[in-house]
């Protein structure tokens, strides 16, 4: 069975860089047609796409985020790294990381989330 566990800092200070790891259970993330993908959820808001990475590490980013955005991965570990540089208090929000079959563009596995808050 495919797990994802989100892990990281709950307190990030303004202008500094948010890190998150998204830790891949079940499934490798080198494996054919899946990409992992990184969507956050402020508080009272809806859902925002982050950005993916493809089997063959391969990067997508949503160009509207302005906190500049970086993911990356670890194979060897069979993880998945968000970077979001620069970061300002509208960037606190639940962080999920998700598994994306990329025939239907479905996110068939997410984590749990971790919340992410953005103060001095």
């Known amino acids: 069975q495919v797990q994802l566990q989100e892990s990281g800092p709950g307190l990030v200070k303004p202008s500094q860089t948010l890190s998150l790891t998204c830790t891949v259970s079940?499934?490798?993330?080198?494996?054919?047609?899946?990409?992992w993908t990184w969507i956050r959820q402020p508080p009272g808001k809806g859902l925002e796409w982050i950005g993916y990475?493809?089997?063959?590490?391969?990067?997508y980013y949503n160009t509207s985020l302005k906190s500049p955005t970086s993911i990356s991965r670890d194979t060897s570990k069979n993880i998945v790294t968000l970077h979001l540089s620069s970061v300002t208090p509208e960037d606190t929000a639940v962080y999920y990381c998700a598994r994306v079959y990329s025939d239907y563009a479905f996110m068939d596995y997410w984590g749990k989330g971790t919340l992410v808050t953005i103060s001095s």
């Open positions: 990475i493809t089997y063959s590490g391969s990067t």
């Open positions: 079940g499934a490798s993330i080198t494996t054919n047609k899946y990409y």
